[in-house]
């Protein structure tokens, strides 16, 4: 019977020497022997309490053991990780053997310790589970630590040798789709803004897979115990391996002693005091962050190249057609390459120190979707040295670059190349300065590198459209030229971030002419890649003013001079965007680059005078209301005078006739009219109304304060002082989708707002009160800047911000206090950074210099005052 006392002593103890231990850390930062000091610290209380509850003599009883399985097994104990447990019985164990190891469990709960036991009998630990691999991979790592010894050592010499030879195919091919399916989870990439260091690909979970792996393989193969094991790594890489795990080991032990419990994600945060503290470098001085996750990833990726290429291997039971597509790719073989199983050998393993040749072998391997066998990576590295101090050079190199750039499976072929350390190494070193390169914004998903490869890989998925947008985008790739000069700019589109001297552009513009320059491409291509590079950005850009202004369009098209050079730069711009982060390109990003697109080609292809334009249109369209709405020509007339020619080309006729019908409604006793419709991609809220003050920032503010995340917003009044305002909006916490009720409190809700029966200010109060914002991220800098020239009709104030809730209210609260007008409002968000474009007047007029620099100043100490600091 266990006393008070010990209880006491263990909790002490275990307090005090996990404290040791962390110390300890903090000064070696080695997690492997943080983790070897936990074992032994657990392994110790464990025994006690085995002592006290079970039986007094340790190897004493022939009915159980008490055996560490998995991660405790291996004695690689994280600090707060689980205590894996097998009660291993030798036959159903005995009512009071129970009631002992229920109490000896419920003591260690009650120490804190958080243990995952199971109880087995040696019968059934034979038996392969398929639902539950994972206590059979666990008692792989079966480690004595009490009871029958005669008991642990049948379970590790015979019962667990015997079942891995006789399931061993099952239950590799079981870890395989474990595994996959878990990759699948993480987009099967290693670049994550805020990885997970255990479950993620690269992380720890893929070095147990490893493991896992050669210890299966190694006892069906040689079918000599469990020790008889082999890790299948070549020296070459076994080396990196072994940094890698080293390393992971004290980044998870860091984390779990910074979070005081079992957390792996390495958030924000965690990366600067990692950075802070060098962990897992080996050294005493602070490094920046990101360069710091720049190491992680490297660390990563040698993991996960590892686990994947086991994965690969495994002689999983395929079906007839699979083996049929295998036997067909057999046959791609040719007097330099054979295909085996899907994997690249060469006939003549030394020729792979002809540059030639190796380029033709990745060309080869991005045409049909291939992998390289171990061996041949091997070759490739060892041969890289050579290239290196003999680099190539000319149009040969050129030649073949193009034809891997324009293969299907290039972003694989050009990841492989990178890998191996010959892509930025020997052929484009330009490339070299953005291996593993991280943008700490909280926007850019991925790394610089595998941001570029995603960006091809994304054009690429355009030839097999499945969406309306990828369609659309897919027939414009299909009209170029020139692709591959399009894909080449891609590649090095963003080098120039791996230098700090100079803006990215420039800079990747310049790397870019050197790259060119060596591969011998004609001046004319040259120039059109630089063009791509230099102005990547534009289009972004120019999306953040009104592209439907006539203006805005023009001076866009005399940028781009050329329809081939436009297709390019869309196209460019969509793969840029849309491979930053998964939701970056949203639907009305798409609609509105491809919206600028067809703008400017119009102008390029018929260089008509905008005002004959705009009048030509609204005649289209007024021919089209009076065919929708004969008897009602004369009054639609009059609705739309005084609605600028933005207006006809936002909204179709049919959407125009239904404003129309809404202004109809007015009354003085309904003085607001509401529409709101579930819009494909998001809510579309439509208000027509009479003009009134601070109208605009009402309704975002109780947008707001619903918790809607507002994406667009067009404002419109005619000549008679209606108002049809529409703001398009997401339902950040399902709402409405889960409440249709909801729909109509909130229309009321809003004309509450506007009429003053409803405080806005109590509603922005109670919605920030129940939901607390989260710190943020990154510091935003908060830039205004207004400007006269960017619209003939306008005065454009753009805002640059720390996003947050409400942020669209505050700003148009400022606009309406001074008694401007907001004639277009354009809001965008990259990551942390809010980005909104205000088009405004007063008196329908631009601002002048000096209501310009009063609003500056006015919004400066609004933005202050709501977000110090």
Same mark, same amino acid.
């Given at each position: 019977?266990?006393?008070?006392?010990?209880?006491?002593?263990?909790?002490?103890?275990?307090?005090?020497?996990?404290?040791?231990?962390?110390?300890?850390?903090?000064?070696?930062?080695? +997690?492997?022997?943080?983790?070897?000091?936990?074992?032994?610290?657990?392994?110790?209380?464990?025994? #006690?309490?085995?002592?006290?509850?079970?039986?007094?003599?340790?190897?004493?009883?022939?009915?159980?053991?008490?055996?560490?399985?998995?991660?405790?097994?291996?004695?690689?104990?994280?600090?707060?990780?689980?205590?894996?447990?097998?009660?291993?019985?030798?036959?159903?164990?005995?009512?009071?053997?129970?009631?002992?190891?229920?109490?000896?469990?419920?003591?260690?709960?009650?120490?804190?310790?958080?243990?995952?036991?199971?109880?087995?009998?040696?019968?059934?630990?034979?038996?392969?589970?398929?639902?539950?691999?994972?206590?059979?991979?666990?008692?792989?790592?079966?480690?004595?630590? &009490?009871?029958?010894?005669?008991?642990?050592?049948?379970?590790?010499?015979?019962?667990?040798?015997?079942?891995?030879?006789?399931?061993?195919?099952?239950?590799?091919?079981?870890?395989?789709?474990?595994?996959?399916?878990?990759?699948?989870? =993480?987009?099967?990439?290693?670049?994550? /803004?805020?990885?997970?260091?255990?479950?993620?690909?690269?992380?720890?979970?893929?070095?147990?897979?490893?493991?896992?792996?050669?210890?299966?393989?190694?006892?069906?193969?040689?079918?000599?115990?469990?020790?008889?094991?082999?890790?299948?790594?070549?020296?070459?890489?076994?080396?990196?391996?072994?940094?890698?795990?080293?390393?992971?080991?004290?980044?998870?032990? =860091?984390?779990?002693?910074?979070?005081?419990?079992?957390?792996?994600?390495?958030?924000?945060?965690?990366?600067?005091?990692?950075?802070?503290?060098?962990?897992?470098?080996? +050294?005493?001085?602070?490094?920046?962050?990101?360069?710091?996750?720049?190491? $992680?990833?490297?660390?990563?990726?040698?993991?996960?190249?590892?686990?994947?290429?086991?994965?690969?291997?495994?002689?999983?039971?395929?079906?007839?057609?699979?083996?049929?597509?295998?036997? %067909?790719?057999?046959?791609?073989?040719?007097?330099? =390459?054979?295909?085996?199983?899907?994997?690249?050998?060469?006939?003549?393993?030394?020729?792979?120190?002809?540059?030639?040749?190796?380029?033709?072998? =990745?060309?080869?391997?991005?045409?049909?979707?291939?992998?390289?066998?171990?061996?041949?990576?091997?070759?490739?590295?060892?041969?890289? &040295?050579?290239?290196? &101090?003999?680099?190539?050079?000319?149009?040969?190199?050129?030649?073949?670059?193009?034809?891997?750039?324009?293969?299907?499976?290039?972003?694989?072929?050009?990841?492989?190349?990178?890998?191996?350390?010959?892509?930025?190494?020997?052929?484009?070193?330009?490339?070299?300065?953005?291996?593993?390169?991280?943008?700490?914004?909280?926007?850019?998903?991925?790394?610089?590198?595998?941001?570029?490869? /995603?960006?091809?890989?994304? !054009?690429?998925?355009?030839?097999?459209?499945?969406?309306?947008?990828?369609?659309?985008?897919?027939?414009?790739?299909?009209?170029?030229?020139?692709?591959?000069?399009?894909?080449?700019?891609?590649?090095?589109?963003?080098?120039?971030?791996?230098?700090?001297?100079?803006?990215?552009? &420039?800079?990747?513009?310049?790397?870019?002419?050197?790259?060119?320059?060596?591969?011998?491409?004609?001046?004319?291509?040259?120039?059109?890649?630089?063009?791509?590079?230099?102005?990547?950005?534009?289009?972004?850009?120019?999306?953040?003013?009104?592209?439907?202004?006539?203006?805005?369009?023009?001076?866009?098209?005399?940028?781009?001079?050329?329809?081939?050079?436009?297709?390019?730069?869309?196209?460019?711009?969509?793969?840029?965007?849309?491979?930053?982060?998964?939701?970056?390109?949203?639907? %009305?990003?798409?609609?509105?680059?491809?919206?600028?697109?067809?703008?400017?080609?119009?102008?390029?292809?018929?260089?008509?005078?905008?005002?004959?334009?705009?009048?030509?249109?609204?005649?289209?369209?007024?021919?089209?209301?009076?065919?929708?709405?004969?008897?009602?020509?004369?009054?639609?007339?009059?609705?739309?005078?005084?609605?600028?020619?933005?207006?006809?080309?936002? $909204?179709?006729?049919?959407?125009?006739?239904?404003?129309?019908? !809404?202004?109809?409604?007015?009354?003085?006793?309904?003085?607001?009219?509401?529409?709101?419709?579930?819009? #494909?991609?998001?809510?579309?809220?439509?208000?027509?109304?009479?003009?009134?003050?601070?109208?605009?920032?009402?309704?975002?503010?109780?947008?707001?304060?619903?918790?809607?995340?507002?994406?667009?917003?067009?404002?419109?009044?005619?000549?008679?002082?209606?108002?049809?305002?529409?703001?398009?909006?997401?339902?950040?916490?399902?709402?409405?989708?889960?409440?249709?009720?909801?729909?109509?409190?909130?229309?009321?809700?809003?004309?509450?707002?506007?009429?003053?029966?409803?405080? /806005?200010?109590?509603?922005?109060?109670?919605?920030?009160?129940?939901?607390?914002?989260?710190?943020?991220?990154?510091?935003?800098?908060?830039?205004?800047?207004?400007?006269?020239?960017?619209?003939?009709?306008?005065?454009?104030?753009?805002?640059?911000?720390?996003?947050?809730?409400?942020?669209?209210?505050?700003?148009?609260?400022?606009?309406?206090?001074?008694?401007?007008?907001?004639?277009?409002?354009?809001?965008?968000?990259?990551?942390?950074?809010?980005?909104?474009?205000?088009?405004?007047?007063?008196?329908?007029?631009?601002?002048?210099?000096?209501?310009?620099?009063? !609003?500056?100043?006015?919004?400066?100490?609004?933005?202050?005052?709501?977000?110090?600091?």
């Amino acid at each position: 019977m266990g006393t008070p006392s010990l209880s006491i002593h263990l909790r002490d103890t275990y307090a005090r020497s996990l404290a040791e231990i962390e110390q300890q850390f903090a000064h070696s930062g080695s +997690g492997a022997s943080a983790m070897s000091e936990r074992t032994q610290l657990v392994d110790s209380i464990l025994l #006690r309490l085995w002592e006290e509850w079970v039986c007094q003599n340790r190897d004493g009883g022939d009915d159980v053991a008490l055996v560490a399985t998995g991660g405790y097994g291996r004695r690689l104990l994280f600090p707060y990780s689980d205590i894996d447990l097998l009660f291993l019985c030798r036959n159903e164990a005995p009512r009071q053997l129970r009631e002992k190891l229920r109490a000896f469990s419920q003591e260690l709960w009650d120490l804190k310790l958080r243990l995952s036991p199971q109880t087995r009998t040696l019968a059934q630990c034979e038996r392969f589970d398929p639902q539950n691999l994972e206590f059979t991979i666990s008692a792989l790592d079966c480690r004595y630590l &009490a009871g029958s010894r005669e008991l642990f050592s049948r379970l590790a010499e015979s019962f667990m040798p015997r079942l891995v030879m006789r399931e061993a195919q099952p239950i590799i091919e079981q870890l395989g789709v474990v595994t996959r399916a878990r990759h699948q989870k =993480f987009g099967h990439t290693i670049f994550h /803004l805020e990885p997970n260091v255990k479950e993620g690909p690269g992380g720890l979970r893929d070095y147990n897979v490893v493991h896992w792996l050669a210890l299966v393989s190694g006892i069906e193969k040689r079918r000599e115990g469990r020790e008889a094991q082999s890790l299948v790594i070549e020296p070459s890489i076994r080396c990196q391996f072994e940094s890698a795990l080293d390393y992971l080991f004290s980044v998870r032990c =860091f984390l779990h002693f910074r979070h005081g419990r079992d957390d792996n994600i390495l958030n924000w945060e965690a990366q600067a005091e990692a950075a802070a503290r060098a962990i897992g470098s080996g +050294g005493d001085h602070p490094l920046p962050p990101e360069e710091w996750m720049r190491t $992680y990833f490297h660390h990563a990726r040698a993991i996960h190249r590892v686990a994947t290429q086991l994965l690969e291997e495994i002689p999983a039971a395929r079906s007839s057609l699979y083996r049929e597509f295998q036997s %067909w790719r057999s046959r791609l073989s040719n007097s330099n =390459f054979s295909v085996v199983n899907g994997f690249i050998l060469l006939q003549q393993p030394g020729g792979v120190k002809d540059s030639d040749l190796l380029l033709e072998m =990745f060309a080869f391997m991005a045409q049909h979707g291939l992998k390289l066998s171990r061996a041949t990576e091997q070759r490739v590295e060892q041969a890289a &040295a050579y290239l290196q &101090a003999h680099p190539p050079s000319g149009a040969t190199v050129w030649k073949h670059l193009k034809e891997i750039l324009s293969a299907g499976h290039a972003a694989d072929g050009l990841r492989a190349m990178h890998f191996l350390g010959i892509l930025g190494g020997v052929f484009v070193p330009e490339f070299a300065a953005i291996d593993s390169l991280v943008v700490r914004d909280y926007y850019h998903r991925f790394t610089v590198d595998e941001h570029s490869f /995603l960006a091809i890989e994304m !054009l690429h998925r355009l030839q097999k459209a499945t969406t309306e947008w990828e369609q659309r985008y897919g027939e414009l790739f299909s009209e170029l030229e020139q692709p591959e000069l399009l894909f080449l700019a891609l590649l090095l589109h963003d080098v120039g971030k791996g230098s700090t001297k100079r803006e990215h552009a &420039a800079a990747s513009v310049e790397a870019a002419a050197r790259c060119m320059a060596r591969m011998n491409l004609a001046q004319a291509e040259r120039d059109t890649v630089c063009f791509l590079i230099a102005n990547h950005l534009e289009m972004s850009k120019t999306l953040r003013r009104d592209i439907f202004d006539h203006d805005t369009v023009r001076a866009f098209a005399e940028r781009v001079a050329t329809p081939e050079r436009l297709k390019m730069l869309a196209l460019m711009t969509y793969a840029d965007i849309g491979s930053v982060n998964p939701e970056a390109l949203t639907p %009305w990003k798409a609609d509105n680059l491809w919206q600028l697109y067809i703008a400017t080609v119009n102008f390029l292809n018929h260089h008509a005078d905008g005002n004959l334009v705009r009048s030509d249109a609204r005649d289209q369209q007024f021919t089209a209301f009076k065919g929708l709405a004969p008897d009602q020509a004369t009054e639609i007339k009059t609705f739309l005078e005084g609605l600028p020619q933005r207006y006809l080309m936002v $909204y179709p006729p049919h959407v125009v006739l239904g404003h129309f019908d !809404l202004s109809h409604k007015l009354t003085h006793d309904e003085a607001v009219e509401v529409d709101l419709k579930r819009g #494909r991609h998001w809510f579309e809220l439509t208000l027509v109304t009479r003009d009134a003050p601070g109208l605009f920032s009402k309704v975002a503010g109780a947008l707001a304060a619903w918790g809607m995340n507002i994406v667009k917003a067009n404002a419109f009044s005619n000549q008679a002082g209606v108002v049809v305002d529409t703001f398009y909006f997401t339902d950040r916490f399902a709402t409405l989708e889960l409440n249709p009720s909801e729909w109509q409190r909130l229309q009321d809700s809003i004309r509450g707002v506007l009429s003053g029966d409803v405080d /806005l200010g109590r509603l922005l109060h109670d919605r920030f009160r129940a939901g607390k914002p989260k710190p943020a991220k990154i510091k935003v800098e908060t830039r205004l800047h207004s400007n006269n020239d960017c619209s003939p009709h306008s005065t454009v104030l753009e805002v640059i911000a720390q996003d947050r809730p409400g942020l669209l209210h505050e700003l148009t609260g400022v606009v309406a206090d001074k008694g401007y007008n907001i004639e277009i409002a354009l809001i965008d968000t990259e990551g942390e950074v809010a980005i909104d474009v205000l088009y405004l007047t007063y008196q329908g007029t631009k601002l002048t210099e000096e209501q310009q620099n009063s !609003l500056i100043h006015a919004m400066s100490g609004e933005l202050s005052a709501a977000h110090p600091g």
